[in-house]
């Protein structure tokens, strides 16, 4: 049955338009899409569909915008499913608009061999409701000694390479991986960190820092390591993604690199983009993550950079840790934050704070990380996919971080307020979600 959605703010990230509209679909694309109020009448008849064939959905004036494309999302199969399952990630991602997960491979053991790939795949299809695209290690183990069998993975459907945060030291053996990459047309993902000084920090480094006595690692750290891979981007021509981009210092090394036209894309996490450094406050784990959170004047210049589109991507960087892993001295609990379900609602701080309009947030969390992927989602033109998330951006809430889809519950936003739901997520046109009333 087709599907037609009426009265909605229709939120377009690739023509930048925020409009009142309609939007059909059928067999899962979308196929056709008018603004105004234009009748429902008229609608099916200029598609020749009669009212019994068609599914009609009053938006009530909310937004309808394409489904978050999230690139780095951990799941925790195979090794840890005690923390995050196919299906709990699924349910998290249909909870918060999220269509598509691009998932990462630093699982135990890391996916970094066609049997491992495939077993996740066959999980994912059988449990998820939502897209699940699967990237692979970059080195065998992700140890930075032996690359992987890159071609062997993409015929497997691996859509993207990474190490995640263990950065290959080796500048040798990555330049042959990027080499490789570049000869089978791969897309690498890297963190950009210098490894030395980033090994054992838990801030950035700074007055905060120093009053808590916490190990710290300065912002030149991320500018020195995406440094050596501009370079060696140079060299080799490989297409790369710089994962989280946090600091003011790295950007404009990124500004240049993309004038001089390497194919560098860069991405961001929710984290750096709405919160800072002092959100620590007296030791609180649940807001450790990597790399660790960064000024204020570091969060509003990464900010701007993705208002401008200097930043790409933003993701939700979603990594969930289990209770006896966070409740640790600050600099002995584990890295991360689960984000699948926050993502949405902490992005919508940016809009009501009026430093991004909705068609700017939906362009860095739906259109360009399509695009990165060579997907035809992300977008709301005709003959694309129907996965789409319906929300009201001014609804209030207090986040429970018990309620969360997420067999994880490491959550930074738990207890505070945040403006937005999603209200339902459609997947190829069929509804994986639907908030309760």
């Known amino acids: 049955m087709s599907t037609l959605f009426i009265n909605a703010r229709l939120i377009d990230p690739e023509a930048g338009t925020d409009d009142l509209g309609s939007l059909l679909t059928r067999h899962g694309q979308i196929v056709a899409r008018t603004n105004g109020d234009e009748g429902v009448e008229t609608i099916l008849a200029a598609h020749g569909l ?6 009609v959905v009053d938006c009530g004036g909310k937004c309808l915008a394409p ?26 991602a249909a909870a918060g608009g999220v269509t598509t997960i691009v998932t990462r491979p630093d699982t135990t053991p890391c996916i970094d061999s066609p049997e491992t790939l495939e077993f996740v795949t066959r999980r994912a299809q059988v449990d998820a409701p939502v897209n699940v695209l699967p990237m692979a290690a970059l080195t065998k183990g992700r140890d930075g000694r032996e690359m992987t069998e890159i071609g062997l993975l993409m015929d497997a459907g691996a859509v993207a390479f990474t190490d995640c945060d263990h950065v290959v030291t080796s500048t040798k053996v990555f330049s042959r991986a990027l080499t490789y990459a570049r000869s089978l047309g791969a897309l690498v993902m890297a963190h950009p960190q ?41 060299m080799t021509g490989a297409a790369y993604h710089a994962d989280q981009i946090t600091t003011a210092r790295a950007l404009p090394a990124l500004e240049r690199a993309k004038a001089n036209g390497l194919d560098i894309t860069a991405g961001t996490s929710i984290h750096h983009l709405t919160l800072n450094e002092l959100d620590v406050a007296d030791y ?34 979603h990594t969930p840790q289990d209770e006896e892993s966070k409740r640790l001295p600050f600099e002995e609990a584990a890295a991360g934050a689960v984000a699948l379900e926050t993502l949405l609602p902490a992005a919508l ?48 809430l207090v986040l429970d971080r018990f309620k969360l889809q997420s067999k994880s519950k490491n959550t930074p936003f738990d207890t505070q307020r945040l403006q937005g739901r999603v209200l339902a997520t459609y997947v190829a046109g069929e509804p994986v979600y639907r908030k309760d009333n």
């Open 67 to 92: 489904g978050i494309v999230d690139i780095g999302v951990k799941v925790c199969e195979p090794g840890e499913r005690h923390k995050e399952s196919y299906k709990s990630a699924g349910l998290a």
């Open 284 to 317: 609180r784990t649940f807001f450790k993550v990597k790399p660790p959170l960064r000024s204020e004047d570091d969060r509003l210049a990464v900010v701007e950079a993705v208002r401008t589109g200097l930043v790409d991507v933003i993701s939700s960087m």
């Open 194 to 234: 210098e490894p030395g000084l980033s090994a054992g920090a838990a801030a950035t480094s700074g007055k905060f820092a120093a009053l808590r006595g916490l190990p710290s690692v300065s912002p030149m750290a991320e500018r020195m390591g995406l440094d050596r891979d501009i370079a060696l981007l140079e």
């Open 50 to 55: 009669a009212a019994a064939d068609v599914q």
């Open 349 to 396: 701080r940016l809009y009501h704070a009026e430093l991004l309009d909705l068609p700017t947030l939906f362009r860095a969390m739906s259109l360009n990380p399509a695009k990165r992927l060579g997907l035809a989602s992300g977008r709301l033109s005709d003959g694309a996919p129907a996965d789409l998330v319906l929300f009201d951006p001014d609804a209030p």
